[in-house]
């Protein structure tokens, strides 16, 4: 009789010790991989969806609508358009991933309508602390709310049209 007792103080453990093997299981052991990116046509005025990154930059900002998208490696993939204030215009075709923090360049846009593929643009930190980075307001306002990544390229289409929060 004495040893019911010791093994009912055992099952607690024993339970314990079989839910941290169903947690492995569970968790994700593979290394993040990138999904080739594909680039997209080049943008269309039509298509241009403004957001707001600072009132410290009389630039305007942009996203293609029809560009974005949400790889199954959990990138966010959308091409940008920055208008300044002095009439010229930058183009290029860029990822966040939200899970790190961290945004690359893929490439650049040319005035007629093509591409050049950015060279040794790996996955950098995006700037937090900076007012005028357009990466950190599409990170923190429409593609990554509270760190999570949208689910689709819908639902950052339609945080684009609401504005920021």
């Not at 040893?3 to 607690?12: K, T």
């Not at 996203?63 to 990138?75: E, K, L, R, T």
Request: net charge positive; charged share 25%.
């Amino acid at each position: 009789m004495r040893l019911l007792p010791a093994l009912l103080l055992c099952l607690p453990l024993a339970a314990h010790a079989a839910w941290i093997d169903i947690e492995h299981d569970f968790s994700d052991d593979k290394p993040w991989s990138e999904v080739a990116a594909k680039l997209p046509p080049y943008p269309k005025d039509a298509n241009l969806l403004p957001f707001n990154v600072s009132s410290a930059t009389s630039n305007r900002f942009f996203v293609d609508a029809d560009s974005i998208s949400v790889g199954a490696d959990q990138v966010v993939r959308y091409t940008v358009v920055v208008k300044a204030a002095g009439g010229a215009t930058n183009v290029s075709y860029e990822g966040i991933r939200c899970e790190t923090g961290e945004r690359r360049l893929y490439a650049y846009g040319h005035p007629d309508g093509t591409w050049s593929k950015a060279r040794n643009a790996g996955w950098e930190p995006i700037r937090m602390r900076s007012l005028l980075s357009y990466r950190k307001a599409l990170y923190e306002d429409h593609f990554c709310p509270g760190g999570i990544t949208v689910r689709d390229a819908k639902q950052a289409v339609n945080s684009l049209r609401r504005g920021a929060r």
